[in-house]
């Protein structure tokens, strides 16, 4: 697992995640929604698996994509199967073929390039539902909380730091209202939580969107 949550960025000045604490986070979902066997569970950007992998070691079907080859090729070799596949998140009709009771994004809208681009991103998801689907989209980073963010990780890393590290990875920052908008279109029902799941420095940054029939 260290080796995983390594690859999947979780280890950097500004995180630093205990295997013990990721464990609880993953456990956490696996209990309170009753996932099992009979599911089919996929995550978009998933990595090299670290999300997935204690779902997968309860025997659950487990699906992913991400657009890095290099990722991909580690999650196979952890969670041996061939459901993962090396796809852009806006790009999901290889998943068609089957549905899902749980769709997960983790620590994955950060990276998108415009808010147009998650919207899309949101369609292909919706696309892959049906009544019964969980789609879980976390660790989001909050709007209303940019400037405490870039202040703590300036803080820790130092003005020249941030601007290098966030130059060419701008990571975006969501109105919780695009989320309930969206919803409100597709006339999805919509829950936001603080992101307080998981033990880590930029979780007080962040929140948790669920999004159900
Ligand atoms: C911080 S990692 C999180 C990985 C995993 N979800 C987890 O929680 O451990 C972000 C992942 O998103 C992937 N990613 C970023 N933008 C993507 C996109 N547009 N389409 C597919 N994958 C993307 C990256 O390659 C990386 O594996």
Redesign the pocket.
Known sequence: MTD??RL???YSPTSNIKIKDWNKYINFFIKKYKICNKDNVL??????G??LLPLYKKNINCFG????RE?IRHCKKFLVSKNFYV????NLTVFKKRKYSFIF????FQ??PTQF?AKK?LDQIFNLTDEKTKIFLL?IPDKKKYNNWKLSVIKKIGQKDFSIKYKNTKHRFYDKNFFFDYCNKNKYKIKISKQNLIKKENSKFRFNVLMYK
Do not use: P
Not at 43 to 48: M, P, R, W
């Open positions: 995983l949550l999947n960025g979780h995550e978009i950007g998933c990595g090299a670290a999300f994509a991400d657009f890095s990722l796809r852009d998140a806006i994004a983790n620590s994955l990276y998108f681009y991103v660790d």
